[in-house]
């Protein structure tokens, strides 16, 4: 979508992502490849896999701790915080 021209404010993806594309790529991998080719784009990301945390901090990726509270996506949206463990 966003090679075609469309534009968000925030994208949001499960670091775990289903179906075919979880064949080829995890949420991390996918944000790593958009802040490539789109840098102003923000991303973030969600799990409730503690293992993920470390790889996400490495990456310098926004993540979020499944279950989160609406204020803790706000805070990344304004771009107040890095990471929310």
Excluded: C, N
């Excluded at 670091?15 to 991390?28: A, D, N, P, Q, Y």
């Excluded at 279950?67 to 990344?76: H, M, T």
Aim: hydrophobic share 50%; glycine share 10%; net charge positive.
């Amino acid at each position: 979508m966003l090679i075609g021209g469309a534009t968000f404010d925030f994208i949001l993806s499960d670091v775990h992502i289903s179906g075919k594309l979880s064949r080829m790529l995890s949420g991390i991998d996918l944000a790593k490849q958009f802040r490539g080719m789109w840098p102003a784009q923000k991303f973030a990301l969600m799990t409730g896999d503690a293992d993920e945390f470390g790889r996400a901090k490495l990456g310098k990726l926004i993540i979020l701790a499944k279950p989160f509270y609406i204020e803790e996506l706000r805070a990344q949206l304004s771009g107040s915080s890095t990471v929310v463990a």
